[in-house]
């Protein structure tokens, strides 16, 4: 299907010279005015969220077992408003071409008119413009960007189900899920390999898991807890919507499109029936010792005391995936001796130090504490990372090298505190400060670029780099520490 036979709204942008034809005279001053207006809106739809979320809780908690059977007219304006909200300002616009801006101008006829068309069926779904982002590992990522109204529907449907789903999920699972983020996932395992009696650590990963999904299976497991038919057809719509890719409509067949607002939570209902609850009962009817699971997203690690359990789990796990036509990367996907134990076991057997894993942007590896006592989990950025960030920052700086110290240091500053709140974990400190060495060196030679009549020596550009950049210190506290406090003495799994 070429472009030119979509629907008119994905093909017209909207008429921006409207609005300005409806002003011939100048108004007073109404930025102020505005912004409360806007805020105050925002908050009362937040509000309405709020209060059907609860009335949904509410539900499932009176009826843990039957199908929630009336849903959408929970979708009101005040959801639309909000999930509108919600969304990010400069987002790139979907095949319709409209930003959040434009469909701000007329906010309230435009959600009414999509309010309408959602209750009585006459929405329809838009197909997702395509775009490659690139890997850590240098190929493409395929992205679908949505409509604007696609996004603000499919928002509104995330905040109806996400309290039907979250009294479901497991507890080992963290990825895009409510008031869960990394770094919990992070001290999860750090608490479970620490604390625990871990020999063997699997690191599994689904391969090309959201282009892969079963639509067919991931309706019916929608439809285990869902019963209204109209939010079932909401969802069959986005995912047979296809992609627009160069002019050209590809249907999509299987899988849900990476970067629209509601595959997060489709991925997680889809992998909660396929992953965790058959590893759940794995561990309590195969395995005889310690055994940890942590999930994010299609990454997952696991844990085992004894290996010969490990590799059954592995095997089943392989048999369990391809009933839903998935399988582990083959390259991805291993399983390591890994544990306090570890590094003593390899030396009494002639072997070098443990091998590493990596989860979630950070280098698991084995290490003992400073003054020898012990075994502690080790964890920096992976290096992969570390490059492919500087090599931003030295393209960035070399673009503006002729902007000025002043913005550059400013800008630098920014990314090192962005990089330090992510990365500032215990045992990480080295690699914080050879990151901002290198985040130095490139800004180094940036300035150098910019005239070859002058030199700037090194000592005066530690004296430029200390006025701006934060000098690197740890910020986050020990895993044990704050994993005790999230999970306030009770189980991580349910």
């Known amino acids: 299907m070429e472009k030119s036979d979509l629907p008119e709204v994905a093909r017209k942008r909207a008429n921006k010279a409207a609005s300005a034809a409806a002003e011939p005279v100048e108004r007073r001053g109404g930025a102020k005015e505005n912004a409360v207006l806007q805020s105050t809106v925002r908050t009362q739809s937040r509000a309405a969220v709020s209060r059907a979320q609860a009335r949904i809780r509410e539900a499932v908690t009176r009826n843990r077992q039957d199908k929630l059977t009336a849903l959408l007219h929970h979708v009101n304006m005040e959801v639309l408003r909000a999930s509108f909200f919600g969304l990010k300002k400069t987002a790139a616009p979907g095949v319709d071409e409209r930003t959040w801006i434009e469909y701000a101008e007329h906010l309230e006829a435009n959600l009414l008119s999509l309010h309408v068309r959602v209750h009585t069926g006459a929405y329809r779904a838009l197909p997702s413009r395509r775009k490659y982002i690139p890997k850590a590992d240098g190929r493409q990522r395929p992205l679908g960007i949505a409509a604007i109204e696609d996004k603000i529907v499919q928002a509104a449907v995330v905040a109806i189900l996400t309290p039907i789903y979250e009294s479901e999920f497991l507890g080992f699972s963290y990825g895009f899920r409510p008031k869960r983020n990394q770094h919990q996932a992070l001290d999860a395992l750090a608490f479970g390999i620490g604390k625990r009696r871990i020999n063997w650590v699997l690191d599994c990963d689904v391969q090309s898991f959201f282009d892969k999904v079963d639509q067919k299976w991931l309706v019916r497991f929608v439809e285990h807890r869902i019963g209204d038919r109209r939010i079932i057809r909401l969802i069959c719509k986005w995912l047979t919507a296809g992609v627009l890719e160069d002019g050209h409509l590809i ?35 195969c395995a005889t010792g310690d055994v940890i699971v942590v999930r994010y997203a299609d990454d997952s690690i696991v844990g085992f005391e004894h290996r010969h359990e490990a590799e059954q789990f592995l095997a089943d796990l392989k048999a369990r995936l391809a009933r839903f036509g998935l399988n582990l990367h083959p390259e991805k996907t291993r399983l390591i001796e890994f544990g306090r134990n570890a590094t003593a076991n390899r030396r009494t057997r002639g072997l070098g130090k443990p091998e590493t894993f990596d989860f979630l942007g950070f280098k698991h590896y084995c290490a003992t504490r400073r003054d020898g006592s012990g075994f502690v989990l080790g964890r920096k950025p992976m290096a992969k990372r570390m490059r492919t960030k500087l090599r931003e920052i030295k393209e960035q700086l070399m673009a503006t090298r002729h902007d000025g110290i002043d913005g550059q240091g400013k800008w630098l500053a920014q990314v090192l505190r962005g990089w330090m709140a992510y990365y500032a974990v215990p045992m990480s400190g080295s690699a914080i400060s050879a990151f901002r060495h290198h985040m130095i060196e490139r800004w180094h030679g940036a300035l150098m670029r910019r005239s070859q009549r002058r030199r700037l020596t090194w000592a005066r550009m530690k004296t430029i780099a200390d006025r701006y950049l934060p000098f690197p210190r740890i910020l986050h506290p020990w895993p044990e520490k704050r994993f005790i406090v999230t999970i306030q003495g009770g189980s991580p799994v349910r």
């Open 251 to 285: 249907e999509t067949e299987e899988g849900t499109p990476q970067g629209a607002v509601i595959s997060p939570l489709l991925a997680n209902i889809y992998l909660h029936y396929v992953y965790d609850q058959w590893v759940h009962q794995w561990r309590q009817r």
